[in-house]
């Protein structure tokens, strides 16, 4: 199909950004009544049955210029579409236009699990806003975040810069390493070929057990096991509820492939509990916990799926259909599901999607292997470095599978070739755009956190 070429008039000023970034940079202004309301709109429609969940989702954001950066997506994308103030990447062009991205890159959204064949991984963990974009967006979103959380942890101004191009680099040398082959489609960061946080990462989630993530969160009674109820985390979920998430289940089993699913008493729901204060983007939407039978009706192996609602990706405010909903079904519980299939090899096998009372949701397994990165243990330049060389190699990967690697009917080009072309050698003049971009919007980034942290304490309405 023929992907769509978006902002291509801002490509002309793009080079000439670059000088002008720092300066920009000091230029970052207050625009409190803009961002209020754009944080009101994007939150509001979940404000009438979560409110409590949004009132933990903006009492996280306020904690640090990182924490609001997690949590706001929607803005970054809102600027990413005001090419006169952002211009689009001079390393791009219609097809580097359409790569699909992960959509959301920050340290946060990477950890290490056991994937299906049961090698134990440093990988990407998050795919609610799968879309496609510029692949410079997926750079630009993570340089943004190393940018902020290396101050938050005390990394020099020198040192974060020169992180971020390292992340670039990292980047760039991956996706060249994998123009002309199939090395992506095994490539995989494992214990072996890690050091520092990344492997300790993959160590702790190799090292968990079901039995540990079970006994977290259910108990048995009388040979039956059942969700615990944990204050701001689990509460159980009443009849009618568990009556139609019963009934999405259906849905659910439908949607795995032939090839993956298993048979029908794998399935069978036990118990049902609503997951609260988990992560901070997604706040204020339905997340269920869902405990389900698993390989036999003993109680030990019990399997624990995570059912999400998911609404239109960030992504898509900027590139408005550039992701045609008929890709997914006009469904966005299948985006997520088709963005994690492209970008992951060896993928759950329990991931899927359904409707629960009308709206979307995507399923995977609440996997016990598995741990998210912590990147307040990033205290060093050395120990930051080590992280985000492994975080550019892992980007470039998703963007390589998720081409005609994936599926030729959707995207029929080899995104590792096209990107590498697009760049053209000039990884040096790359690293600079990414970097004098980061600089300036992390300024505008703070800028934005200090007026919202001004609007959340003199009670404005936030959704």
């Not at 064949?117 to 496609?132: C, K, L, M, Q």
């Not at 992506?184 to 050091?195: D, K, P």
């Not at 470095?385 to 009917?409: F, Q, R």
């Amino acid at each position: 199909m023929k992907l769509r070429n978006f902002f291509a008039v801002g490509l002309a000023v793009s080079a000439l950004s670059s000088a002008l970034a720092p300066s920009q940079a000091e230029a970052a202004t207050s625009r409190k009544t803009w961002l209020v309301q754009k944080i009101y709109n994007y939150n509001h429609p979940f404000a009438a049955n979560l409110s409590t969940e949004l009132a933990v989702k903006m009492t996280k954001m306020a904690v640090n210029a990182f924490a609001f950066y997690r949590g706001t997506a929607h803005i970054f994308y809102e600027d990413t579409k005001n090419t006169a103030t952002w211009p689009t990447s001079w390393y791009t062009n219609t097809i580097t236009n359409g790569v699909w991205l992960e959509g959301d890159m920050h340290m946060q959204n990477m950890g290490g699990f056991r994937d299906a064949n049961s090698n134990a991984v440093f990988d990407t963990n998050d795919f609610d806003e799968g879309y496609w974009g510029s692949y410079t967006w997926d750079l630009r979103r993570m340089a943004v975040a190393i940018l902020l959380a290396g101050e938050e942890k005390g990394i020099s101004s020198t040192n974060r810069q020169t992180l971020v191009k390292n992340f670039v680099g990292s980047y760039a040398t991956q996706i060249a390493a994998f123009k002309g082959n199939d090395n992506e489609l095994s490539y995989r960061l494992g214990a072996s070929n890690t050091n520092g946080i990344v492997k300790d990462t993959i160590q702790a989630a190799d090292g968990k057990t079901r039995s540990s993530l079970l006994a977290k969160y259910t108990a048995v009674s009388g040979g039956s096991r059942y969700f615990l109820t944990i204050s701001g985390s689990l509460q159980p979920v009443n009849s009618a509820t568990f009556t139609a998430i019963n009934a999405a289940m259906l849905g659910y089993i439908s949607s795995i492939s032939a090839s993956k699913r298993k048979s029908n008493s794998y399935y069978v729901l036990k118990a049902a509990a609503s997951r609260l204060g988990s992560g901070t983007g997604s706040l204020g939407r339905y997340r269920y916990y869902l405990l389900i039978d698993g390989p036999s009706t003993a109680t030990s192996d019990d399997v624990i799926l995570e059912m999400k609602q998911e609404t239109d990706s960030a992504v898509s405010i900027a590139a408005p259909g550039n992701m045609p909903a008929w890709t997914y079904d006009y469904h966005n519980g299948e985006r997520v599901t088709k963005s994690i299939k492209a970008m992951l090899t060896n993928t759950d096998v329990l991931v899927g999607y359904t409707n629960l009372n009308a709206l979307p949701f995507f399923i995977s397994e609440r996997l016990p292997y598995q741990e998210d990165f912590d990147y307040t243990l990033l205290t060093t330049y050395t120990k930051f470095n080590d992280a985000v060389n492994y975080m550019g190699k892992i980007l470039a990967k998703n963007h390589a599978l998720a081409d005609k690697d994936y599926d030729a009917t959707l995207i029929p080009y080899s995104m590792d070739k096209e990107i590498t072309d697009v760049i053209n050698g000039d990884v040096s003049g790359l690293k600079t755009e990414i970097l004098n971009y980061a600089l300036s919007y992390a300024a505008q980034v703070k800028q934005d956190y200090a007026d919202f942290v001004s609007a959340k304490n003199s009670g404005s309405v936030l959704y």
